[in-house]
């Protein structure tokens, strides 16, 4: 079963911050990021490893909480080249990176 | 330089056709996977391969058949095809033990 990640879709305001959710119903090994723009291949953003590891570059940030097997990503101050659709994809156990299993994505559009 | 190439980039076909998709990688990776992106766009994996060697087989149609002459190409043949294979197919590498991975520019197949 493919991890949910809230909210489906959200609109923002150049300069406002979001939070994207990625809830998993079992055990995590790792979290990855992407970020896919329309028409477009999805591109890496980070990973994270262990439970109540951050991490951030940039404005980009993302947190992930392994008993609750959940992951956040935070985009702060967004600016439009932030628009796209981000996936959480999660890594297992029995299979570490080997294979990911990606989240139902989440679709964010930039304003000016 | 190409990183993950595919071809072709769009294929448009008749219901019980055959068809291929290729893929290449120069990055010098081990791992090679073949991912499905509905029109829902959940993105989901259908195979990998690590050094020309099946790891990883999800539950996909036997029409679908993978292969690798070497461990820098991954093509997928599908047989039959069905109204339902309509979607973009999206060829990745990682390097064995690394925890990213490289998407193609994906290979968006229509079925009529």
């Known amino acids: 079963q493919q991890p949910v990640q809230s909210p489906q879709a959200v609109i923002l305001r150049e300069g406002e911050d979001a939070v994207i959710n990625c809830s998993s119903s079992?055990?995590?090994?790792?979290v990855h990021w992407y970020r896919q723009k329309h028409g477009e291949a999805p591109i890496f953003l980070m990973i994270?490893?262990?439970?109540?590891e951050q991490k951030g570059h940039d404005k980009i940030s993302a947190s992930f909480n392994e008993k609750k097997q959940q992951s956040s990503l935070y985009l702060t101050a967004s600016q439009l080249s932030y628009s796209g659709t981000y996936f959480c994809?999660?890594?297992?156990?029995?299979?570490?990176?080997?294979?990911?299993?990606f989240g139902t994505g989440t679709r964010l559009t930039i304003i000016p | 330089d190409t990183a993950v190439s595919q071809t072709p980039k769009y294929l448009v076909t008749q219901m019980g056709n055959d068809k291929s998709i290729k893929c290449e990688q120069n990055?010098?990776?081990?791992?090679m996977y073949w991912y499905k992106q509905d029109s829902k766009k959940f993105l989901k994996i259908m195979f990998s391969?690590?050094?020309?060697?099946?790891?990883i087989n999800e539950t996909v149609p036997n029409r679908f058949s993978p292969k690798s002459p070497d461990k820098a190409h991954l093509n997928l043949h599908i047989n039959s095809l069905e109204l339902g294979d309509s979607a973009v197919y999206f060829c990745?590498?990682?390097?064995?033990?690394?925890?990213?991975?490289?998407f193609g520019p994906g290979t968006r197949l229509l079925v009529l």
């Open positions: 990745a590498s990682r390097l064995a033990g690394g925890e990213t991975q490289y």
């Open positions: 079992k055990a995590l090994y790792s």
């Open positions: 994270l490893l262990k439970g109540g």
């Open positions: 994809g999660t890594g297992s156990p029995n299979f570490g990176n080997e294979k990911l299993t």
């Open positions: 990055l010098g990776h081990d791992t």
């Open positions: 391969y690590n050094n020309k060697e099946l790891i």
